[in-house]
């Protein structure tokens, strides 16, 4: 089974913060990754891709490093909507194999 | 434009009954799939297809059921339900299975009792 490995947290930061999340994938012949993100009790959105010159959209980057097959995002100047989980997916572009989902970080941003 | 729309949204069923999760998607997307989703395990994939007619399995396809008769309808049947089949199901679809946006529904959440 291709994995998608993730801390889980929760992660509690206080507003204004940066924060990181760093995901590992194991199967090289990986080639499209994305960061979902989940809200309590919600369906996952897609909240960015990850290219391999890497992404940046406002005050989340998302970064890709093949050689170690990680990616990660940073969230700039946590507000307290940016609480969620999450989720690191990896794809591995064959035509016919599903998305692969880590199992999610917790982000609290507090007041 | 619905997107994805998962019917129902809350179901509770006693050990041993079988039902139909309801799934639908009017984008036109060839590729569906069903995840369930329970604490600390993150998405599962249960089944999923490429197009009408293909069906394949995912990570947990015991006890479940899907057929693909058409390009928006994608059921997902369970045979006899069991306490641990009490989850949170996703249908998602996307326009292909590569490096596209995948949408979901807004879930089912059932319980078996």
């Known amino acids: 089974r291709k994995e998608v490995e993730q801390d889980p947290g929760p992660f509690n930061v206080p507003e204004g913060a940066t924060v990181a999340f760093n995901c590992t994938y194991s199967?090289?012949?990986?080639?499209?990754f994305f960061w979902y993100r989940q809200d309590c009790r919600k369906e996952p959105k897609l909240l960015m891709s990850?290219?391999?010159s890497g992404n940046e959209d406002g005050r989340f980057t998302a970064q890709l490093n093949r050689a170690s097959q990680y990616i990660s995002l940073l969230i700039r100047d946590s507000k307290l909507s940016d609480s969620a989980t999450y989720l690191c997916v990896v794809n591995d572009n064959s035509g016919n194999t599903p998305l692969v989902f880590g199992k999610g970080t917790r982000l609290s941003v507090i007041a | 434009n619905a997107g994805v729309t998962q019917t129902p949204k809350f179901q509770v069923l006693k050990t041993g009954q079988s039902m139909t999760l309801q799934c639908a998607q009017d984008?036109?997307?060839?590729?569906m799939s069903w995840y369930r989703q329970d604490p600390g395990m993150g998405l599962r994939l249960i089944h999923y297809s490429v197009g009408a007619g293909i069906t394949d399995q995912g990570e947990v396809p015991n006890g479940y059921n899907v057929s693909r008769s058409t390009t928006e309808d994608f059921p997902l049947r369970l045979l006899s339900a069991a306490p641990s089949q009490t989850s949170v199901y996703f249908c998602?679809?996307?326009?292909?299975?590569?490096?596209?946006?995948?949408?979901f529904g807004q879930g089912t959440r059932l319980t078996v009792v």
């Open positions: 990850v290219y391999s």
């Open positions: 998602a679809s996307s326009y292909s299975a590569d490096n596209t946006e995948a949408f």
């Open positions: 199967n090289s012949a990986s080639q499209s």
């Open positions: 984008m036109n997307h060839e590729y």
